[in-house]
């Protein structure tokens, strides 16, 4: 969408959740919504950051240059979803892409195509991956599929682990980046031995690339190579380009042609998609030629973040990975989540200015740790390490000092 400096991770996704919760839960939310969007210095802009009426404004700006506004609108998934389409398959240098209303629909569909074509329904993915935390079992529930760990570090499964699992399975998930372990990645060569030992077992190879679009700089490679790589792709339109939402499962011209029919088995098959679509390729057109620029600078703010809390002796911290892998990165201090959100919010109401948003317990439930996800964005290529250094003093001094 036009000039909305938008970048998005999954907190869009938390904060929704979080408003079906209770009445001091909502005015909660509505005050971090407010502060962040009233912030004038920020190091990326969610879509909470603008009203209904600014996205409904930039979506009608963007329709102008990226279609022709005067063309019917799509009917079932043609004009201009058709578009959006080829488009994908042509940056990622597929046979075809098809569009779906979500990456969970997708990927379900991708992995149960490839579970009957390989008569083997075992999934190996890591435990950490996005269907095992985000989707509620819906792999096995909806799909009847079974998933393996071939690890549990907090990284992707090395070519050993891969070619010495002890059962088999029909397709190797790869998550790229793996966004709960802190949005990393393995080299270019440790991927390439990952899937050559999946295919040793004569299993295919799925990336989840809901991120997929910044990996490319931390791979050195170009999107069609690092798609080539796979059997199938997904990728999404509301992650890293700021699109309103929706998905494409890219691969060959047969599996996609399989996956429409399951598509519409699952709901997918929607009337008119016109907005994602538009928004979709207005981000393609916008984004994409930035997230290099993006992935650079968090390696400076990571690098300043991590000088900034040696020098303020804040105690224990970690900024991960450091470098950052892509234009994403964790941040961790030894406080309670709620606490250090506080620190968040007030900074933004007193000085205008976010450095970090929501904090969360980690999944294990770590007592007294808390982590945040950091993105840097359009809006963050203004910030110096100075500036860095400075709001992160600040952010400290609303922190309540342990005895």
């Known amino acids: 969408m036009a000039d909305t400096n938008t970048q998005v991770t999954d907190e869009?996704?938390?904060?929704?959740?979080?408003?079906?919760?209770?009445?001091?839960?909502?005015?909660?939310?509505?005050?971090?919504?407010?502060?962040?969007?009233?912030?004038?210095?920020?190091?990326?802009?969610?879509?909470?950051?603008?009203?209904?009426?600014?996205?409904?404004?930039?979506?009608?700006?963007?329709?102008?240059?990226?279609?022709?506004?005067?063309?019917?609108?799509?009917i079932y998934g043609d004009g201009v979803v058709?578009?959006?389409?080829?488009?994908?398959?042509?940056?990622?240098?597929?046979?075809?892409?098809?569009?779906?209303?979500?990456?969970?629909?997708?990927?379900?569909?991708?992995?149960?195509c490839w579970a009957a074509r390989t008569?083997?329904?075992?999934?190996?993915?890591?435990?950490?991956?996005?269907?095992?935390?985000?989707e509620g079992g819906a792999l096995g529930a909806v799909s009847g599929?079974?998933?393996?760990?071939?690890?549990?570090?907090?990284?992707?499964?090395?070519?050993?682990?891969?070619?010495?699992f002890p059962e088999p399975f029909g397709t190797l998930m790869l998550e790229l980046p793996l966004r709960d372990a802190g949005f990393v990645l393995p080299t270019w060569e440790e991927l390439e031995a990952?899937?050559?030992?999946?295919?040793?077992?004569?299993?295919?190879?799925?990336?989840?690339?809901?991120?997929?679009?910044?990996?490319?700089?931390?791979?050195?490679?170009?999107?069609?190579?690092?798609?080539a790589l796979a059997d199938s792709v997904y990728v999404s339109f509301y992650k890293s380009v700021g699109g309103i939402s929706g998905a494409a499962l890219a691969g060959s011209a047969s599996l996609v042609e399989e996956a429409r029919t399951w598509r519409h088995r699952y709901g997918g098959q929607l009337f008119q998609q016109f907005p994602a679509a538009v928004a979709a390729l207005a981000g393609l057109d916008r984004e994409l030629p930035n997230l290099p620029a993006y992935a650079a600078h968090a390696k400076l703010v990571a690098g300043a973040l991590a000088e900034g809390f040696a020098k303020a002796d804040a105690g224990w911290s970690r900024v991960h990975p450091e470098p950052p892998h892509t234009h994403q990165f964790q941040v961790w201090l030894p406080y309670e989540a709620d606490v250090l959100t506080e620190a968040s919010v007030r900074q933004a109401e007193e000085t205008g200015v976010v450095l970090f948003r929501r904090w969360f317990t980690p999944g294990a439930g770590a007592p007294g740790v808390a982590f945040t996800e950091v993105t840097v964005g359009e809006a963050g290529l203004e910030w110096?390490?100075?500036?860095?250094?400075?709001?992160?003093?600040?952010?400290?001094?609303?922190?309540?000092?342990?005895?």
């Open 194 to 227: 990952v899937v050559a030992a999946a295919r040793d077992r004569e299993a295919v190879v799925h990336f989840d690339g809901a991120r997929l679009w910044e990996c490319a700089t931390h791979f050195g490679r170009g999107l069609p190579e690092i798609a």
């Open 119 to 134: 008569g083997n329904h075992a999934v190996a993915l890591h435990p950490l991956a996005h269907p095992e935390m985000h």
């Open 12 to 74: 869009a996704a938390d904060e929704a959740a979080e408003g079906a919760a209770d009445g001091a839960d909502e005015a909660q939310r509505l005050r971090r919504l407010t502060a962040w969007r009233q912030a004038g210095r920020s190091l990326s802009r969610l879509p909470q950051d603008l009203t209904l009426g600014e996205q409904l404004a930039a979506l009608t700006a963007d329709a102008a240059t990226v279609t022709d506004t005067g063309r019917p609108a799509d």
């Open 384 to 403: 110096t390490a100075e500036d860095v250094h400075r709001a992160l003093a600040d952010f400290l001094d609303r922190v309540p000092r342990k005895g």
């Open 145 to 164: 599929l079974r998933t393996v760990h071939p690890t549990t570090a907090p990284r992707l499964p090395t070519a050993e682990e891969v070619r010495d």
């Open 82 to 112: 058709t578009e959006l389409e080829e488009r994908v398959a042509g940056l990622l240098g597929t046979e075809a892409a098809a569009f779906f209303p979500s990456g969970t629909m997708a990927q379900q569909v991708a992995l149960r």
